[in-house]
Nanobody, 120 residues
Framework: QLQASGGGLVQAGGSLKLSCAAS????????MGWFRQAPGKEREFVGGITWSGGVGYYADSVRGRFTISRENAKNTVYLQMNSLKPEDTAVYYC???????????????WGQGTLVTVSS
């Protein structure tokens, strides 16, 4: 199971750093992904990171503002969010996949999300 944390209320232009703690077994998956779901909208891909090379890949809407990193010794993945916008407001989730993917359907081990609210 995965546990996301670090959400909160921030003003537009501000920053937040989310964390996702995973079990060792989950951590051995190929890719860890961050997703978000705003009220009334479908869950969408934000970014992912591979374990083999630590390569991050992002949705166009966050590229250049968000950065994913991982700390293998702590079985933890991070999402650094800078230059936040009101449209970034959502519940953020982390998940794991055995494939290099952006599709929600190919990720599992969903845990509780963490709410990020960006005020204008």
């Amino acid at each position: 199971q995965l546990q996301a944390s670090g959400g909160g209320l921030v003003q537009a232009g501000g920053s937040l750093k989310l964390s996702c703690a995973a079990s060792v077994r989950t951590f051995s998956s190929h890719t860890m992904g961050w997703f978000r779901q705003a009220p009334g909208k479908e869950r969408e891909f934000v970014g992912g990171i591979t374990w083999s090379g630590g390569v991050g890949y992002y949705a166009d809407s966050v590229r250049g503002r968000f950065t994913i990193s991982r700390e293998n010794a702590k079985n933890t993945v991070y999402l650094q969010m800078n230059s936040l916008k009101p449209e970034d407001t959502a519940v953020y989730y982390c998940a794991a996949s055995s494939r290099l993917s952006r599709a929600v359907s190919e990720f599992g081990h969903w845990g509780q999300g963490t709410l990020v609210t960006v005020s204008s």
